[in-house]
Each structure stands twice: as C-alpha cells, then as structure tokens.
C-alpha cells in the first residue's frame, strides 16, 4: 500500500524543532507534501534534502521567510516540475509536481500552496488571479495524465468545512466566487475531495486552521482549508 500524507509546516525549521523528523519517521508515509516551508535553497542545503530517509524536491519563493512547498519521497520520481508557468505566482513558490511514470501509468503527486486573500483586497485579487490560471493548469494537465493534488488550498468548500459558516459568507475562504472555483474544478477534471469520501459528515474532526483570535483553537472554532 502506498502512504501518502500532507502537511502545513509554517516553517521547515521551526517544525524540525518541534520534532517533524521523528514524526515523519514514525508514521513512515511513502511520500510527503508539505506546505509553507518559509525557507530558501541555502537553508535546506546540508539539512533538509532528506528527512527520515525520503528525498525532498522544493519549490522555493524568491521572498524569505514566505510560502514555498516541497514533496519529499521514498520512490525516484522520472520527473520534478517546479513551477506551473506562472509569470506572477512562480515567484511565489507555490507549487512542485513529481511524476512517477511507467510505460503503462502516468501519474503526478502535486504540492501547493494557495494564497490566502484574508488580508485585504490586493491579496484576495490575487488569489483569484492564481485561480484564474491555476484551473486551465489543471484541466490541462487531467486530460494527459492522473494526479493528486495535495495542499493548502485556502478555500472551504463545504458549511460543514467550517464552524461559523453564517457569519464567514463575505469572508475571504469561503466567499460564494471561491466555493464556485472549486466546485467547478471538481466537475471539470472529475477529482474527488478524499477527505470528504472517506468522512461525508465529519465537522470539528476536519478542522485543519484555527484563527489566534478569541481562543478559537481551545474552543475549536475551526475552518478545514488543507
């Protein structure tokens, strides 16, 4: 059985700190994707290549200390896509595919990492720039070959992907345009939600992001965005 497993670090080297490797080995995943590595090239040289015997592949942001994705893997992928041709938003590190092909299966594991919009109107236009090239990326790409994609996605589809849905419908995350973009991704390439397949009725269990304020993590006032 292959193990696939993803993870929002928040920063590769606070989470080794908090002891990510021993987690990593102790859970054994064939293959990892993470997000919000916060790290350059220099500060994964000589650290981070490997992690519990599995081989890291990085899309680095060009900013320090932002965003950046990574998939590490026990298997030798036939190809490393860093990148999906974005003149804006591959600066911003957000997206690595690694394809692991055979002469009678092509199949991609993708890790990326979405803008957030939620602090203020420049950087929710440009999330829905990002979704605006990411879905054509997409579509393309299922036409050629199958894939899972892995990440933080921003977006909760679903009322039952967050707590207060009533109040968050103007919110960036769950605005009515974004629910949109997913649903219409899910129809066009015929993806599913795993998570959803597997838990159809879960709510507090799914909570993947608690906001620092009013205690909303204690009182698990959550949001599923992973």
Known sequence: ?????????????SASSKGVEAWIARTQPDC??????????????????EMAGLAGHFHFAEKKG??????????APSDVIVGYGSSEFDAEGRYVELRFDTPKRKLSIISCYFP?????????????????ELDPHLVKLKKKREFILCGDVNIAHKEQ???????NKKNSGFLPEERAWMTKLLDETGLVDVYRVLQPDATETAYTWWSNRGQARANDVGWRLD
Not at 1 to 13: A, C, H, P, Q, V
Not at 66 to 75: D, L, Q, R
């Open 32 to 49: 990892i994707c993470m997000q919000e590595v916060k790290a350059q090239e220099a500060d994964v040289s000589g650290r981070f290549e």
């Open 116 to 132: 957030s919009g939620s602090s203020g109107e420049e950087r929710q236009a440009a999330k829905f720039r990002f979704l605006d």
């Open 1 to 13: 059985m292959f193990k696939l497993t993803s993870l929002n670090l928040n920063g590769i080297r």
């Open 161 to 167: 992907d967050l707590k207060n849905f009533r109040s």
């Open 66 to 75: 932002y965003s950046g994705v990574a998939v590490y893997t026990k298997h």
